[in-house]
């Protein structure tokens, strides 16, 4: 069983950081894809930013040159730092992850969630 356990939310002033992370622990033969979600109250959950297994990078627009996210292979953990935060960035931000287990079967993973407040 594969599991996610994130960090790293809070209350910060609008033009701040944060940093989250995802650690990944389990039965994992390999990750395809990692990928950080958010759900702002009322409304749907978005995709904010994906790494796939080659490294390549992907943004939502709203967050292009204010977020950016990495790995750490040996960790099998992801990051997402996130400057110049906005109230509107405001919303419970999800790790997501997908890939193989141990048996070659695919499984796709969900965090549980970290509050991040953007407010002064």
């Known amino acids: 069983q594969v599991q996610l356990v994130e960090s790293g939310g809070g209350l910060v002033q609008p033009g701040g950081s944060l940093r989250l992370s995802c650690a990944v622990s389990?039965?994992?033969?390999?990750?395809?894809?990692m990928a950080w979600y958010r759900q702002a109250p009322g409304k749907q959950r978005e995709l904010v930013a994906t790494?796939?297994?080659?490294?390549?990078?992907n943004y939502a627009d709203f967050v292009k040159g204010r977020f950016s996210i990495a790995r750490d292979i040996t960790k099998n953990t992801v990051y997402l730092q996130m400057d110049s935060l906005k109230p509107e960035d405001t919303a419970v931000y999800y790790c997501?992850?997908?890939?193989?287990?141990?048996?070659?079967?695919?499984?796709?993973?969900w965090g549980q969630g970290t509050q991040v407040t953007v407010a002064s």
């Open positions: 389990g039965s994992i033969f390999s990750i395809n894809a």
């Open positions: 997501n992850v997908d890939g193989l287990e141990y048996r070659h079967t695919p499984f796709t993973s």
């Open positions: 790494i796939i297994r080659g490294g390549d990078r």
